[in-house]
């Protein structure tokens, strides 16, 4: 507990950056509105004409989920993460196709409740449909969520290995790799418990720094 509340202190700076995020998405969102979403017999890719930015529902839609955040990682999105797979035109409405960091998430209800809340405040019709195969990797991660997730204080994973392409439990030092520190970069690093605050994460310590940090486990 002593922990957490420390983290969360250190953190304070980024975990309010992450909570500024949504008033920051709805003007995104209201300002994108402004243009009449293409009625169905207009759906569908269509090029933007010069100096007017034209946009399909469903890329409307993927826009205003790009700002519904991670529950556990307010920084990065769940389109950042990977977890947003697709969405499809589906007659009159939308579907939007997510899959779970790892079957049995718990924050996975969580995720669905706050896609279903964004769509609706954009007033976008939307099926949700939840896909657990193919199971989602932490290759599926941007790049810039590897880099928020540094900045936030946790060590990102790394890329999978070819072979890997099952969840792995095993000590990552097993396979030979380092986690460098998010704090200070140093991969003097230990592992003090292979399952952090979620079953996701590991805890760490840095050995120059001395500073317990998370980190994601690549599977
Ligand atoms: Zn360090």
Same mark, same amino acid.
């Given at each position: +507990?002593?922990? $957490?509340?420390?983290?969360?202190?250190? %953190?304070? $700076?980024?975990?309010?950056?992450? %909570?500024?995020?949504?008033?920051?998405?709805?003007?995104?969102?209201?300002?994108?509105?402004?243009?009449?979403?293409?009625?169905?017999?207009?759906?569908?890719?269509?090029?933007?004409?010069?100096?007017?930015? +034209?946009?399909?529902?469903?890329? &409307?839609?993927?826009?205003?989920?790009?700002?519904?955040?991670?529950?556990?990682?307010?920084?990065?999105?769940?389109?950042?993460?990977? @977890?947003? *797979?697709?969405?499809?035109?589906?007659?009159?409405?939308?579907?939007?196709?997510?899959?779970?960091? &790892?079957?049995?998430?718990?924050?996975?209800?969580?995720?669905?409740?706050?896609?279903?809340?964004?769509?609706?405040?954009? $007033? @976008?019709?939307?099926? @949700?449909?939840?896909?657990?195969?193919?199971?989602?990797?932490?290759?599926? +991660?941007?790049? #810039?969520?590897?880099?928020?997730?540094?900045?936030?204080?946790?060590?990102?994973?790394?890329?999978?290995?070819?072979?890997?392409?099952?969840?792995? /439990? +095993?000590?990552?030092? #097993? *396979?030979?790799?380092?986690? #460098?520190?998010?704090?200070?970069?140093?991969?003097?690093?230990?592992?003090?418990?292979? /399952?952090?605050?979620?079953?996701?994460?590991?805890?760490?310590?840095?050995?120059?720094?001395?500073?317990?940090?998370?980190?994601?486990?690549? &599977?």
């Amino acid at each position: +507990m002593e922990r $957490d509340a420390r983290r969360r202190a250190r %953190r304070g $700076d980024a975990a309010q950056a992450g %909570r500024r995020r949504p008033s920051h998405a709805r003007q995104a969102g209201h300002a994108f509105r402004a243009p009449e979403l293409p009625a169905r017999r207009h759906a569908g890719p269509r090029a933007a004409a010069p100096g007017r930015a +034209m946009v399909t529902r469903a890329e &409307y839609a993927w826009h205003v989920l790009d700002t519904v955040a991670d529950p556990e990682i307010p920084v990065v999105s769940i389109r950042e993460l990977g @977890i947003l *797979r697709e969405v499809n035109e589906r007659g009159d409405t939308l579907e939007v196709v997510i899959t779970p960091t &790892y079957s049995g998430c718990p924050a996975m209800g969580q995720i669905e409740d706050d896609v279903r809340a964004a769509l609706a405040a954009s $007033d @976008i019709r939307a099926d @949700i449909v939840t896909r657990l195969a193919p199971a989602w990797t932490t290759d599926w +991660m941007t790049d #810039a969520a590897k880099d928020k997730l540094r900045a936030y204080g946790i060590a990102p994973p790394h890329t999978r290995a070819p072979s890997d392409n099952v969840v792995q /439990f +095993m000590k990552p030092r #097993a *396979r030979g790799e380092s986690v #460098a520190c998010p704090q200070c970069g140093s991969t003097n690093t230990t592992e003090t418990s292979h /399952f952090g605050s979620t079953a996701c994460k590991a805890l760490y310590r840095c050995l120059d720094c001395r500073e317990p940090f998370d980190h994601f486990k690549p &599977y």
